[in-house]
């Protein structure tokens, strides 16, 4: 049987994340980790723009300031392809002169600093340790060798540069492997996460859904769903949702001191997975990494999920394969 907690948080994460994904982006026009959004998917290097950072609009020049950050290589004379895909970064394929191919990322999180110095914490905690799978792998900065990994452009933002991983978006294949793989890092997330100061970290745990946003309050909520907007046939809709949330809420709140907490990933789900042959090659896009409940790592994976008409049958070959490799208490698991 499923956790009731863990479905219960799959629900409020269905609700928390679009805050999440905007906190400091309220401009709109982002791209992710893995891409450029569809939105953009046109837009080329010789264009006048390549998308956003923050609420600016960046230039090629401003890709090439970024690259120059990391090779000597004249960026005129270097291929970039913007990718595919995402909701939150600036990305580009690059190919050097000597054929050697990275991942150029412009973050497009509000000039948010310390999150992206995170990320980079907990990936280079990762580094050396035996996985299935890879995970991102940064270059450093010109002439810093075993220092900073990621440099500010001229307008704030942050770039690096990481090397590539071969595979593919899976969808909704590979669900089995991606669930194994899943719980595989949370595991190994549960053992380097001791290395990592949680003050250094500035991601609200999802299960405090009012701390993801400073717009999204009780007050604020109730006062949404309760008003003349959702009146008429909506009203029916409107009740339920608030109804489910508060209880939601309520269930987390009683489970705060309970639970045990570790570093997760935050964001696993299979936008964020690389597959080929089926098998998962890469997991990726660590800026949304917190302390967090250990069990909510896998109610994010089930949460993209959620949505498809065979949902129960994701879930069932997710658990299965989340199962042969990650920890649970029995509190977590029943």
């Excluded at 071969?166 to 669930?179: A, E, F, S």
């Amino acid at each position: 049987m499923y956790s009731r907690l863990v479905l219960f948080i799959v629900l409020l994460l269905a609700l928390a994340k679009p805050y999440q994904c905007f906190k400091s982006s309220p401009s709109g026009l982002v791209s992710s980790g893995l891409g450029v959004s569809k939105k953009m998917s046109g837009l080329v290097l010789n264009s006048d723009s390549i998308g956003a950072v923050g609420s600016k609009l960046t230039n090629k020049e401003l890709a090439f300031e970024g690259l120059a950050k990391f090779v000597d290589d004249d960026p005129s004379t270097v291929d970039m392809v913007p990718t595919t895909g995402g909701v939150n970064n600036i990305c580009q394929f690059v190919t050097l002169p000597n054929g050697e191919k990275y991942l150029l990322r412009i973050y497009n999180n509000g000039l948010d600093t310390t999150r992206v110095a995170f990320e980079h914490s907990v990936l280079q905690q990762l580094e050396g340790v035996e996985m299935s799978f890879k995970v991102p792998k940064f270059l450093p900065v010109k002439g810093q060798e075993g220092g900073s990994t990621f440099a500010e452009l001229s307008n704030g933002a942050q770039a690096c540069l990481v090397e590539v991983i071969p595979g593919g978006l899976p969808k909704l294949t590979c669900v089995r492997d991606i669930g194994r793989a899943s719980g595989e890092l949370n595991k190994q997330l549960g053992v380097v996460g001791a290395n990592v100061d949680p003050a250094t970290c500035n991601c609200a745990p999802y299960w405090d859904m009012y701390a993801v946003h400073h717009a999204v309050t009780e007050e604020n909520l109730k006062a949404t769903l309760q008003g003349a907007a959702f009146d008429g046939d909506l009203r029916p809709f409107a009740d339920k949702a608030l109804a489910d949330v508060l209880d939601i809420t309520a269930k987390c709140e009683r489970y705060r001191e309970t639970l045990p907490v570790q570093l997760i990933h935050g964001d696993l789900h299979y936008d964020n997975v690389l597959v080929q042959d089926g098998k998962v090659t890469g997991l990726l896009d660590f800026e949304f990494a917190a302390f967090d409940w250990r069990a909510l790592e896998l109610a994010i994976c089930l949460s993209k999920y959620a949505g498809e008409p065979d949902a129960i049958t994701y879930f069932d070959d997710f658990i299965e394969g989340y199962a042969t490799t990650a920890v649970l208490t029995p509190e977590e698991a029943s």
